[in-house]
């Protein structure tokens, strides 16, 4: 009789133990199906008997019907939505999961893949899954979840094979300049960002950009995304596409222009009276030293800076006085820097310059700048000759020309650019656009030097570039130029560089066979 108690186990019910506390020993019992003496258990069963009897897979989905558009190959994510993904990826194993009826009602412990023909149509997941049927006893127990692959045509590739237009929303993004850095600089972003991964089309403009979309959703996401990036303006419009009046349904194109500020980093611009006013009297010539929502600029002869917002700028919108396509180079003499004016980075000092072409003539000038940080004596700098500039600006006209400044210093020039160029070890890649017009040899010419000032100033300012991906176009490359050791050089470190370059078609490598040495920004 005593070999029918035994000491009770750690994983024994409670009521089990409260038995074991008051009497020391619990007595077996039977199973009321094989008669296997047991631990008691409110089932009064054995483990095996448990299993054979109770089906926790019950109500459990155990053939489902997937839908596969056999054109694009993408899958249906319900309602509406078309994804993408591998065969036998773990994407497609969540979709595929989120699909079966019941499992919500189950603790899945693991899913895997089974392997099946490729032709087949058919996938299977092999489902570990828990229950607790009884207070203290769970089963676990394995299932096979087979999918029927129901290959359609999708709504998009039925319009492209009727040739009807697929595109439901375009986003148009405009800015009237002489160059494209702003637009290159808010492409980089966007792939950053993965901002264009949702468009059909990316299509390329003289001025601008075209992202088409299949919905309106992500065009206005890809609206909010602009506007943080740049002072934009928007303008909306719709046009009916068709229309059924006995289902009172009709089919739309929406379109969002975003127009860009004609303004960008390193332009002068002449301020009108009422900006001037409201800004405290800064400038009024005044220097544009960043772009994102707002306009950033800065007075070089007193450091003082402001911020204009979009909404201002737009409802008294002004252009640029002049853009970095007529920056002088000059040769630094002296710099006497001013104690305590400093502003950030910027540090106010007297610098003596001259013209590159004038050294030695004794035409020296003495120009107050906020690059005393930056210059030094035997430096070239590239700035803004004011009195030589011919300027189509009425605002300029109302202030004394005795008040305004005879030359601006911009940024530091770096000489041999044209053979940086060619030795760079680094490149960017870009959208994957296809042109919406045929441009002529000049327009090639000038999207070429627009890519190659982009690069250089991407080279030149650490903080320009520290939203951009910069990819090594050799795995070996320890460094992107190779100059003397003494010799002050434009750098991106190769800490800065990432692999991948492969993955994508990458444009604008720079101008490997050009020979001017022209260090210009737009």
Known sequence: MDS??????????????????????????????????????????????????????????????????????????????????E?????????????????NKLHLVDANWIWTEPH???LKIKLTIQKEIFQGTVIQQ?????????????????????????????????QRVEHKRMLLYMEQLVLKHGMHLDCLKIQSEPDGLDFFYDARSPALKLVTFFNSLAPTRRVDAEQLVSSDL??????????????????????????????????????????????????????????????IAAPHYWKHPFQA????????????????????????????????????????????IIVRSHLGNVLREGDSAMGYDIERINFNNDDIEKYPQDTLPQIILVRKHYENQARRRRRRKWAI???????????????????ALAMDDFLDELERDEDYRRNVALYRKQPDAMTTTTFGENDEEARVGIDELLDGLEDEVALGVGNNGGDDDDDSDE
């Open 87 to 103: 065969l036998e990826s773990k994407e497609l194993l969540t979709l595929c999961l989120k699909r079966i009826k019941g499992l």
């Open 429 to 447: 890649k870009q959208l994957p656009k296809v042109q919406g017009f045929n441009p002529t040899k000049a327009q090639e010419a000038k999207e």
């Open 246 to 307: 006995k289902n009172n349904t009709a089919n739309f194109h929406y379109s969002h222009r975003l127009e860009i500020a004609p303004i960008c980093r390193e332009d002068i611009v002449c301020l009108p009276k009422l900006h001037y006013k409201a800004l405290g009297g800064i400038g009024p010539i005044v220097l544009v030293v960043k772009i994102f929502s707002n306009i950033v600029i800065i007075d070089p002869r007193t450091l003082a800076a402001q911020e």
């Open 4 to 85: 029918h108690y035994q000491k009770l186990p750690e994983d024994m019910l409670p009521e089990a133990r409260a038995t074991e506390a008051t009497y020391g020993e619990v007595p077996k019992i039977l199973c009321c199906m094989c008669g296997t003496g047991i631990n008691p258990n409110p089932s009064n069963m054995c483990l095996e008997c448990l299993r054979g009897t109770v089906d926790i897979s019950e109500g459990l989905s155990k053939e489902v019907t997937i839908t596969w558009c056999r054109a694009c190959e993408r899958y249906l994510q319900p309602p509406k939505y078309w994804v993408k993904y």
């Open 321 to 364: 006085l002049a853009t970095s396509r007529v920056l002088t180079q000059y040769y630094v003499i002296d710099v006497e820097r001013i104690p305590g004016q400093t502003n950030g980075k910027y540090q106010l000092a007297d610098i003596t310059v001259c013209r590159e072409d004038e050294l030695g003539m004794g035409n020296e």
């Open 120 to 122: 087949s149509r058919r």
């Open 142 to 174: 394995g299932q096979v979840v087979e999918y029927i692959v129901n290959a359609i045509q999708c709504e998009n590739c039925a319009k492209i094979a009727t040739g009807q237009e697929q595109w439901v929303c375009v986003v148009q993004l405009r």
